[in-house]
């Protein structure tokens, strides 16, 4: 018999080489592409080397090197860090009106330099204007916090127009070093970026295996059962989240040789992914089957070099394993030997593919080529972008009906009011506390609208400032004396506190603004102005500009969480619409226009959105939690994840027109589409609707073949939806039966279809759609229905269905000899007795 599961990992943990190891793919796991690292190296090379020129260039000119070597550095981190074009040729573009706009700042600042009262008015405007100009893209969002930051810095340094011409130059200089060292020296290679994010994926593929090894060794049902189960769902959502990332980065200029590699990249990831869920559901049972122990040994030798990252021995053992043995194993096995196949797919397209940045340039195509690749989202330095382009949706819908009224103002307008406002109030709180130090709080209101979109958000960053400039404080109270102001020992711990904050900033707001404390204490222990009271000044400072941004937020202008959360929601159903569209097409017509691994992933960027905005109101404002949101969001998740299986089942099954179950499976997808863009409408789904589209697939879902793999995750679709979809209430009047009408190579076609009494009298008519869809009014029973097509065309058909209050009809096949087909099923209305759906009769009607 083998060990159990505790020792192998008990006897792993205690090695240092698998400690370190481990050590080491938790930072690449919580790092894809290491951006946050590289970007906060960047930024402190680029700091402490700003600082060094600017101090060699005042040493020539003879200047005092304090203040251009303060503005120096403040630009380097902000040019450094601000920076996110994804070209070298947008890189200078933008560091070249970096200058223009902060000279500009200063240059209103000493327009109204004389009367402290305009000055304090020409700052709010140039706030309200920083903000505005955001609609404009990241270029004018850098350019609007340069002119800020100018305007900033003339207060702050108490500029005269004299110095002017000094600042300048220490302006141009320090800009023109960070553009030589991020374009020239040090320049970012999108290929290589690439690279990294997947073996960032592969980390959390590791930590995967290893969170699934800790399900297995907690008893079922208890308390560490649990959590360890929750660690594993979580880590399927950041697995999710770094499919997405490596999606988005495939689309950056020179990530890959050509948009054909990019397709294959993107296919094996997303194959790999679902290989990866299936191997967390089965897992657990795989590892307890009973027994002497062989089998359970069988599934660790599979997960343990998947742990380890040894992808060799994951295909040795994983083919061993799926020779024989108990069911769960045998899918664990094929499971991971999928994994490492998706695996050596990606990295043999890219170590195919020509080396060096100008190899992978991929080529320009036109606009109004649709072959091309599209990434399903646009990162945001390398991130995953935030809510702001949901909220943005929000105020602006694409167009504006009676559910949906367009908002007066766009979120960049909304948010400079609300920014001015509280710019306005700090300064007049902040000025009370003290004239000199009253920036702090507008700071501190200013910063709490950037980078938020919603009320919640706002007011965490406040509260995450607040406190991360209280632990900040007593930090540096306790560690500036023992430093001293000698700047040999004083600028490292600075450069070091630069690293953290801005290594750390999208992993914790509060941390950052813990190391931005301490900065903050080590420069002015350089200044010779620290002291504990100035600390404290600041804390106050912080907190009452906090409160502002919080309570401006809340009464002005504000976009609430909840709406903004519907609004993802409905952005995912909308996507959701989209993919079904096209699963229906790539069954019935396939083409190679029709890429569903692209409209999954933007299923999953909708998603994302939906989980980032709806996570704040999973608790309400006291703590509580809110079981109705953490359930809304499961079963989000859930569709979207049985949304992607169908998409793969369906580029297996594809081409397949004819056949059981066919026609059954294409009529399902075309049903939910519709009930889906009927909840995207604002229109009332009834009570039962998806009920009727479950039923539908039990019988093609019961066969075998890539057809009933799609025909299963349709049914567990529909099964998942009417949660978001099906109002409450039942509806006034009962639902018309439902239907479609297309050829036998898939294309819809123009038909009428009739409904025939048992007396021979036409009972009800209809002509269908644009869709091919009709909808028919007909009393309940069995009745003999006719589709006959409008013009020359295939020989009508007819058949006798039974139908009901919303029944749900399989596709009509228009066929010279039309095959077997699926009964119809009625949708069981409240109140009503629910029986099997029956098809009574069926046969062929010739023409005349």
């Excluded at 909304?414 to 920036?439: C, K, N």
């Excluded at 600390?535 to 976009?559: D, F, H, I, N």
């Excluded at 079981?627 to 949304?643: G, I, N, Y």
Aim: neutral net charge; hydrophobic residues 50%; charged residues 20%.
């Amino acid at each position: 018999m083998s060990a159990p599961v505790t020792d192998v990992v008990t006897e792993r943990d205690r090695s240092v080489p698998g400690y370190l190891r481990r050590t080491r793919d938790r930072l690449v796991a919580s790092d894809p592409g290491s951006v946050r690292l590289v970007s906060a190296l960047r930024a402190v090379l680029a700091i402490a080397s700003a600082l060094g020129v600017e101090f060699l260039a005042a040493s020539v000119t003879g200047q005092p090197p304090m203040m251009p070597m303060m503005i120096g550095a403040v630009l380097a981190m902000l040019a450094s860090f601000g920076i996110l074009d994804p070209t070298r040729g947008g890189q200078a573009v933008t560091l070249c009106c970096l200058p223009l706009s902060v000279l500009l700042g200063m240059g209103a600042a000493l327009l109204v330099d004389r009367s402290r009262a305009a000055s304090l008015a020409a700052f709010v405007v140039v706030v309200f204007v920083a903000v505005w100009v955001r609609r404009f893209g990241m270029r004018a969002f850098v350019c609007g916090m340069g002119g800020f930051m100018g305007y900033f810095f003339a207060l702050f340094l108490n500029l005269r127009p004299a110095m002017l011409p000094g600042v300048a130059e220490a302006v141009v200089l320090a800009v023109v070093w960070v553009m030589l060292l991020t374009l020239v020296l040090l320049p970012t290679r999108n290929d290589r970026v690439l690279r990294r994010m997947l073996r960032s994926f592969e980390a959390r593929l590791s930590g995967l295996a290893g969170a699934v090894l800790s399900v297995a060794e907690t008893a079922p049902g208890g308390i560490e059962h649990r959590r360890a189960s929750a660690r594993v769902q979580s880590l399927l959502v950041r697995l999710n989240e770094a499919t997405l990332v490596i999606d988005g980065q495939l689309g950056t200029p020179a990530a890959v040789a050509d948009d054909d590699t990019a397709r294959t990249v993107r296919r094996a990831v997303f194959d790999a992914e679902l290989a990866a869920t299936a191997l967390a559901r089965v897992a657990p049972d795989a590892l307890r089957v009973e027994g002497d122990g062989a089998e359970g040994n069988a599934a660790r030798a599979v997960l343990s070099p998947l742990w380890r990252g040894d992808w060799a021995a994951v295909r040795e053992r994983a083919d061993g394993a799926s020779a024989g043995g108990a069911a769960p194993v045998q899918r664990l096995a094929v499971d991971a030997m999928l994994l490492a196949t998706a695996r050596g797919e990606w990295t043999t397209a890219l170590d195919a593919a020509p080396g060096g940045p100008e190899a992978t340039g991929r080529e320009q195509r036109d606009g109004d080529d649709e072959s091309g690749f599209a990434p399903a989202v646009q990162l945001f330095g390398g991130n995953l972008p935030g809510s702001a382009g949901t909220v943005t949706r929000l105020h602006r819908p694409p167009a504006a009906t009676v559910d949906r009224p367009a908002s007066r103002l766009s979120l960049t307008t909304r948010q400079a009011v609300q920014v001015a406002v509280a710019t306005a109030v700090a300064i007049a709180v902040g000025d009370a506390l003290s004239e000199q130090r009253y920036y702090w709080a507008v700071l501190a209101a200013f910063i709490a609208f950037t980078g938020t979109a919603t009320v919640a958000e706002t007011v965490r960053k406040a509260a995450n400032r607040i406190v991360g400039t209280m632990i900040g404080l007593v930090a540096a109270i306790l560690l500036v004396p023992l430093l001293g102001t000698n700047p040999a020992v004083v600028l490292p711990v600075i450069l070091l506190s630069i690293f953290g904050a801005l290594y750390l900033f999208r992993v914790s707001y509060a941390v950052m603004i813990f190391f931005i404390t301490l900065m903050l204490g080590g420069l002015y222990a350089l200044l010779g102005s620290f002291s504990v009271d100035l600390m404290v000044l600041r804390l106050e400072e912080t907190v009452a500009g906090g409160l502002v941004g919080c309570v401006v937020s809340v009464l002005v202008l504000p976009t609430r969480t909840r709406s903004a959360a519907e609004e993802a929601r409905r952005g995912l159903l909308d996507a959701l619409a989209e993919l079904l569209t096209a699963t229906d097409r790539a069954l019935r017509r396939p083409g190679p226009s029709d890429d569903l691994h692209a409209g999954a992933r933007a299923l999953d960027a909708a998603l994302h959105q939906t989980l980032l905005l709806g996570r704040p109101l999973t608790r309400t404002w006291l703590g509580a939690p809110n079981p109705d949101v953490v359930r809304e969001l499961t079963t989000c998740t859930a569709v979207a994840e049985h949304a992607r299986r169908l998409a793969r089942a369906v580029e297996d099954a594809r081409g397949t027109v004819s056949g059981p179950g066919a026609a059954a499976l294409t009529g399902a997808c075309a049903r939910l589409e519709q009930l889906v863009s009927a909840a995207v409408a604002g229109r009332p789904v009834p009570s039962g609707s998806c009920v009727a589209v479950v039923e539908m697939l039990v019988a093609p879902a019961a066969a075998h073949g890539g057809r009933a793999v799609a025909a299963r995750e349709a049914g567990l679709l529909a099964a998942e939806l009417p949660a978001l979809l099906e109002s409450a209430a039942a509806p006034a009047e009962p639902a018309p039966a439902v239907g479609r009408v297309r050829g036998t190579d898939g294309g819809l076609v123009e038909a009428t279809v009739t409904v025939v009494g048992r007396t021979g009298g036409q009972l009800a008519r209809a002509v269908t759609g644009d869709d091919g869809r009709f909808v028919l009014e007909a009393p309940a029973g069995a009745h003999l229905l006719v589709a006959a097509p409008i013009g020359a065309g295939p020989a009508p058909y007819g058949e006798h269905v039974h139908l009901g209050p919303g029944t749900v009809l399989p596709d009509f096949v228009l066929d010279e000899q039309p095959t077997r087909r699926e009964p119809a099923v009625p949708v069981p209305q409240r109140g009503a007795s629910r029986g099997p759906a029956r098809a009574v009769g069926r046969g062929c009607v010739g023409h005349g």
